[in-house]
C-alpha cells in the first residue's frame, strides 16, 4: 500500500515523544487518553476530511509559492481533536474583560505624551519601535486626530495553576488573527461530538445522534458558539459604512509570503457576502508603488478608492526590508483612510505599554470605573522594566520564572529559561541602554493534560497547555462609540515543552473551549 493511501485510510497515530513526557509521570490525564485506538482513527480521519472541506487550512511550506498562490499547495491547520477544558468562571471573566480593553485602548491611544514618554528609553536602542514612534511623532506635531477609529484585538489569557488566576499574556492591537480559522475549528469540534446525523434517515439519528460524544463522554453545548469572522467582518463593514463612500474598499495589508492566508480570506469572503463590500490585498511594498494621496486626505490605490486598511502586515521588521515600505505606512497613517489599527492604536498594543498600565494609578488615568479597574488589575501578571534592579536580581537567581520580552510581534522572540539569566547578565556587563528593549514578565504556568494534536496528517498524543485568546471589536466615530464588543474567541494549545505559542510560528494548533 502507497503511504498516501495509507494516510488516506487511517491517519497515524504518533504517540507522546519522550520529551514531552519527561517529569510529567503525575500529570493529570484526561478521559480522551483510554480512548479506544480504532475510534480515534476514525474521528482522526473524519477531522482531516472536515477541515478540508471547509477551508480549515494554510498554505504549505513545503511547496513552493504556496504563501502568494491560492489553491497551490495547502495542508490543513494544525488543530486539536477534541475540545480543552475551561472553567465557565474564568471563561465569563475573560469574557467580561474585551470591552473593557477595547476602551483602555482607545483611551491609551489618545495619550500621545504618554505614548511618547514611556517609549522613549525604548526608542534609543530599538530602530523597529523608534520608526513606529516617528510616525507617531509626525502625526502629532500636524496634529492629526483620526475621526473614526476601528479597533480588532484580541486579549490572550492563561489559567495560572497554582493561583487558580486567570492572567493575561497580552493584548494584541495589530493584525490579531485567527478570527476566520478560530471558529471553523469550534465547529469542527462541534460536529465531531454531535456525530454524523447529517447523512443517515430519522430512524437511524436516534441512535446515532451524539455519536462520538457519548462515545467520549461529550456534550457539544458545552462549547461556546464562535462567531469571530462574522463579528469582525461585521465591525469593517461598519467602519465602512462610517466612512461613507460607497465606491471606497476596504484595503488588507499583507505579507507577500503569508501562509495564514484563508484566515484572512474568510474575512474577505464574509465582507462581500454579507455586507457586498470589496476588499483587496496590498503588501506594503506595492502601496508604496500604486498609492496616491489626494490633498483632501483621501487614499487611492492603484485607482481604488480606500475607506478601510486592516493591516495584516507591519507588525514585524522583517515586512519592512526598504524604505519603500516605510513610506507606505506613512502614506497611510497620513490619509483619511480608517486604520486598523492607527499608529497610535499600534503603539498602545506594545508589550512596554502593557507593562507601564500595569504600574499602579496608570489605569486611573484612563478609566473611570472603579470596577473595571479592579477587574483589569486582576488579570494583570507580574511585570517590570528591566531597570528594577530587585527583579533583575530575583530573575538572575530564578530565571525559569520569567519571561524577557522585546517589542515585537509574531511569536518567537521570547527569552525563557536559563537564556534569561544569560541575557540579563550579558545586558548588566555591557552596562548599555539595551535593557530598554525589554521587559521582564512573571512566567504563568497552566496545568498541562493529555490532547491529541493533528498535524500534516498525523495525531500526536501530546501533553499540553492551552491559551484563550478572546477577540473584542470597538469602533468610535468622534464621539460617539458605535460598537464596543466581544466578538468569539481563539483557543490555542501546544505542547507544554514549547515556551512560544503562535500556531502560524509552528508552535500551537488551534482548539476550542469545553465549559466545564
Ligand atoms: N508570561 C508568560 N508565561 C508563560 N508563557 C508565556 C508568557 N508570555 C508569553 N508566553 C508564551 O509565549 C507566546 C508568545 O508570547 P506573546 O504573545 O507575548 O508574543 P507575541 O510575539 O506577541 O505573540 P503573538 O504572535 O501571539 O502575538 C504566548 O502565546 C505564550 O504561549
Ligand atoms: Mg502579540
Not at 230 to 258: G, S, T
Request: with cysteine.
Amino acid at each position: 500500500m502507497s503511504q498516501l493511501s495509507a494516510a488516506a485510510s487511517c491517519p497515524p497515530i504518533l504517540p507522546l515523544k519522550h520529551g514531552d513526557i519527561e517529569g510529567t509521570a503525575t500529570l493529570p490525564l484526561s478521559d480522551y487518553h483510554a480512548i479506544d485506538q480504532q475510534l480515534l482513527h476514525k474521528i482522526a480521519y473524519d477531522a482531516l476530511v472536515w477541515s478540508s472541506l471547509h477551508g480549515l487550512v494554510t498554505g504549505d511550506k513545503s511547496v513552493e509559492r504556496s504563501g502568494s498562490v491560492p489553491g497551490v499547495g495547502l495542508v490543513h491547520a494544525p488543530f486539536t481533536l477534541f475540545p480543552a477544558s475551561f472553567p465557565r468562571s474564568h471563561w465569563k471573566q475573560a469574557c467580561e474583560l474585551a470591552p473593557v480593553f477595547n476602551e483602555l485602548v482607545d483611551r491609551v491611544s489618545q495619550d500621545g505624551e504618554f505614548l511618547q514618554d514611556s517609549l522613549s528609553r525604548t526608542k534609543k536602542v530599538d530602530e523597529f519601535t523608534s520608526r513606529l514612534l516617528d510616525i507617531h511623532s509626525k502625526m502629532l506635531e500636524l496634529n492629526k486626530k483620526e475621526g473614526i477609529c476601528l479597533g480588532l484585538h484580541r486579549s490572550d489569557y492563561m489559567l495560572d495553576e497554582q493561583s487558580k488566576a486567570l492572567l493575561q499574556i497580552e493584548l494584541n492591537t495589530i493584525s490579531s488573527s485567527f478570527a476566520g480559522l478560530g471558529g471553523l475549528v469550534t465547529e469542527l469540534h462541534k460536529k465531531l461530538i454531535i456525530g454524523r446525523h447529517h447523512h443517515i434517515g430519522w430512524f437511524l439519528l436516534r441512535n446515532m445522534l451524539s455519536h462520538y460524544g457519548e462515545l467520549l463522554g461529550l456534550n457539544s453545548d458545552r462549547i461556546p458558539s464562535n462567531t469571530a469572522c462574522n463579528q469582525f467582518v461585521d465591525a469593517l463593514a461598519k467602519a465602512w459604512c462610517e466612512y461613507n463612500d460607497p465606491r471606497a474598499v476596504i484595503m488588507f495589508v499583507v505579507q507577500a509570503d503569508e501562509r495564514n492566508m484563508y484566515d484572512q480570506h474568510m474575512l474577505s469572503l464574509a465582507l462581500r457576502e454579507r455586507h457586498h463590500i470589496t476588499s483587496v490585498r496590498k503588501t506594503l511594498a506595492q502601496i508604496d508603488q500604486e498609492a496616491e494621496l489626494l490633498p483632501d486626505g483621501k487614499l487611492f490605490v492603484d485607482g481604488q478608492a480606500i475607506a478601510v486598511i486592516y493591516f495584516r502586515a507591519g507588525y514585524t521588521p522583517l515586512d519592512y526590508p526598504s524604505e519603500s515600505e516605510w513610506r507606505a505606512r506613512l502614506l497611510m497613517e497620513k490619509s483619511s483612510a480608517i486604520k486598523c489599527p492607527s499608529i497610535s492604536y499600534h503603539l498602545a498594543g506594545t508589550k512596554k505599554i502593557q507593562q507601564e498600565l500595569a504600574k499602579p494609578g496608570v489605569l486611573e488615568r484612563y478609566l473611570e470605573n472603579k470596577d473595571d479597574i479592579v477587574k483589569l488589575r486582576k488579570c494583570f501578571a507580574g511585570l517590570w522594566s528591566l531597570d528594577e534592579s530587585d527583579i533583575t536580581k530575583r530573575a538572575i537567581e530564578r530565571p525559569e520564572l520569567f519571561v524577557m520580552k522585546p517589542q515585537r510581534e509574531g511569536g518567537g522572540n521570547n527569552i525563557y529559561g536559563g537564556a534569561v539569566r544569560d541575557t540579563l547578565i550579558k545586558l548588566q556587563k555591557a552596562g548599555s541602554q539595551e535593557d530598554a528593549a525589554y521587559i521582564l514578565m512573571q512566567r504563568i504556568f497552566p496545568t498541562s493534560f493529555a490532547t491529541f494534536i493533528m498535524r500534516s496528517g498525523c495525531c500526536h498524543k501530546n501533553h499540553a497547555i492551552s491559551e484563550l485568546g478572546i477577540f473584542g471589536t470597538y469602533l468610535r466615530n468622534r464621539d460617539k462609540v458605535i460598537l464596543n464588543e466581544q466578538s468569539g474567541y481563539l483557543m490555542r494549545t501546544k505542547i507544554s515543552s514549547s515556551d512560544e505559542g503562535g500556531v502560524a510560528a509552528g508552535f500551537a494548533a488551534l482548539d476550542s473551549v469545553y465549559l466545564t
